[in-house]
C-alpha cells in the first residue's frame, strides 16, 4: 500500500470505460409479444460489425429469457425505453452457470448476462424491470433446502457440473450479472423489482457502475455486489434496496478457496442508500479475500448496521486495508459502525477471517438505536489495527463495543455529546452483545 492510500482510489476513477467502436443501429422490436429474438439479433448483429451501439427506443419492451451481451457492444436505452423480463422461472432455463451466494453452480439464468466477454455496456436513461415479483419472491420461502444442498457441494469440493439446480428448484437468479468479463459499464439505467442480488459482476475486472438507480425491494435485494472482482468504480448511484445497499463479495467457504480469487481496488462515492438491512457492507462471503476497499461522500438515509464488516469462522478469508470517509448517516436501526467476524454467531468454525488495517473518518451519524460502534472479534484471530478519526454519533443507546480488538484507536470521536477514550476500553468478559440482527 502506498504512503498515500487514497492514490489507489484516485487511479480508480481513471478506469478506462470499454471500447465500443462509433456504429450505431436501433433494434426493429415488435409491438407486441417477445422481444428477446430481435433484440438479440440486433445484438448479435453489432457484434458481427466489429461492435457499437444498439438503441433500445421508447416502450415497453417484453423479454422471455435472459439477454446475453455481446464483446464490444453497448445497449443503449433510450429514455421511456423499458426492458421488461417475463417474470417466469422456466423461461430461465435451462440452467447456466454462475456464482449464487458464493458458491459456483448451474441454475436458472441472470437476466441480463454475459460470459468471458470484453468491453460490453448497459446505458441509457431507462428502465428495466426483473418483475420479479410475479413468481420468484415466492422461491424464498422454500429454497433453503437447495441451499443447503449447494452449500454441501461446496463443502465436499462437488464438481460445478454436478451442482444442478433446474425446474422445480428455488436459487433465483440475479438481475445482471457478467462473469469473466473486463471493461463492463452500467450507467444511467434504472433496475426494479430484481428477483434476487440486483447489480452482481462476478470475476470481472475494470467495472463502472455510475449514475444508477436500483429501486428493489424485494428479499435479498442487495443493491450491488461486486465479487471477485478488480478495479471496480460505482459512483453516483441511489440504492433504495430490500437488503444490503453496496455488499463487496468474495466467495464463500471451501468453494472461494478453491477459485482463489479475491475483491481488490474498489471505489464507492457519492452514492446514497436507503437500505431495508445494511448500507456499505464487505461480506459476508469474503472467503476469498477482499482488501484496497474505498468509500466516501456517501449519504446513507437509513439501515440496520450502516457500516458493516462481517465474516464468519467458516470462511477464512480476509478484510484488510479498507478506508471510508466522509459519510453522513441519517439513522442506524442497530449500529452504525460494526465489524463482525463472528457472523450470525457463527463459532465452531476453523478458519476465523482476518480483519485488519480498517481507516474511518468524518463519519457524522444522527440516530444510532443500538450501538455507535461494535468491533466482536474473534479470540483466535482479533479485529486489529483500527483508527476511527473525526467520528460524531448525535444519539445512540450504547457507546462502543469492543471484545478481541487490537490497537483501536479513536480521535475527536464523540457519541452523546461526550468524547470517546483514545483507546477505548475492551468489554468485560461476561458481557453480553444483546440486540443486534445479523
Not at 386 to 413: F, G, K, N, P, S
Request: hydrophobic share 35%; proline share 7%; with cysteine.
Amino acid at each position: 500500500m502506498p504512503a498515500d492510500p487514497w492514490s489507489v482510489a484516485d487511479a480508480l476513477t481513471r478506469l478506462e470505460p470499454p471500447r465500443i467502436p462509433d456504429r450505431t443501429t436501433r433494434a426493429a422490436l415488435p409491438a407486441e409479444g417477445d422481444a428477446l429474438p430481435a433484440l438479440a439479433a440486433a445484438i448479435a448483429g453489432a457484434h458481427a460489425a466489429g461492435g457499437g451501439r444498439v438503441v433500445v427506443g421508447r416502450g415497453r419492451h417484453l423479454l422471455r429469457g435472459s439477454l446475453v451481451l455481446r464483446d464490444r457492444v453497448e445497449v443503449h436505452l433510450e429514455d421511456g425505453a423499458t426492458l421488461a423480463f417475463s417474470g417466469e422461472p422456466a423461461d430461465f432455463l435451462p440452467p447456466v452457470f454462475q456464482r449464487w451466494e458464493g458458491t459456483e453452480c448451474l441454475s436458472h439464468a441472470p437476466l441480463i448476462t454475459a460470459r468471458d466477454a470484453t468491453d460490453i455496456a448497459l446505458t441509457g436513461s431507462g428502465t428495466i424491470d426483473g418483475v420479479g415479483s410475479r413468481a420468484f419472491t415466492a422461491f424464498q420461502p422454500i429454497q433453503d433446502p437447495d441451499k443447503v444442498r449447494l452449500r454441501d457441494a461446496g463443502h465436499r469440493g462437488t464438481p460445478v457440473a454436478e451442482r444442478v439446480f433446474g425446474a422445480g428448484t428455488h436459487l433465483r437468479p440475479s438481475l445482471f450479472q457478467p462473469l469473466g468479463c473486463t471493461r463492463v459499464l452500467l450507467q444511467g439505467v434504472t433496475l426494479r423489482d430484481s428477483p434476487f442480488w440486483v447489480v452482481h459482476p462476478t470475476y470481472c475486472r475494470h467495472v463502472i457502475v455510475r449514475g444508477v438507480t436500483v429501486d428493489s425491494r424485494n428479499p435479498n435485494n442487495d443493491g450491488c455486489d461486486p465479487d471477485s472482482c478488480e478495479d471496480v468504480l460505482v459512483e453516483d448511484c441511489t440504492f433504495r434496496t430490500g437488503d444490503d445497499g453496496v455488499a463487496i463479495k468474495s466467495g464463500r467457504d471451501e468453494d472461494a478457496w478453491r477459485v482463489g480469487r479475491p475483491t481488490r481496488r474498489v471505489l464507492v462515492r457519492r452514492c446514497v442508500l436507503d437500505s431495508e438491512i445494511n448500507g456499505l457492507c464487505i461480506g459476508s462471503e469474503m472467503g476469498g479475500g477482499v482488501s484496497d476497499v474505498f468509500m466516501e461522500d456517501c449519504r446513507i438515509d437509513e439501515a440496520d448496521s450502516v457500516l458493516y464488516l462481517k465474516g464468519s469462522r467458516e470462511r477464512g478469508g480476509y478484510i484488510t486495508d479498507i478506508h471510508m470517509r466522509r459519510i453522513t448517516v441519517g439513522r442506524a436501526r442497530q449500529a452504525a459502525i460494526r465489524f463482525e467476524p463472528t457472523y450470525k454467531g457463527v463459532l465452531d468454525g476453523e478458519h476465523p477471517p482476518e480483519v485488519a488495517r480498517i481507516r474511518l473518518s468524518d463519519i457524522t451519524c444522527r440516530q444510532a438505536d443500538r450501538y455507535a460502534l461494535v468491533i466482536d472479534g474473534d479470540p483466535r484471530r482479533p479485529v486489529r489495527d483500527v483508527h476511527l478519526d473525526r467520528v460524531t454519533i448525535d444519539r445512540a443507546a450504547e457507546t462502543v463495543w469492543l471484545r478481541h480488538a487490537e490497537q483501536v484507536r479513536c480521535t475527536a470521536v464523540t457519541v452523546n455529546s461526550q468524547p470517546v477514550p483514545e483507546c477505548p476500553p475492551a468489554a468485560p468478559a461476561d458481557a453480553r452483545l444483546a440486540g443486534l440482527r445479523a
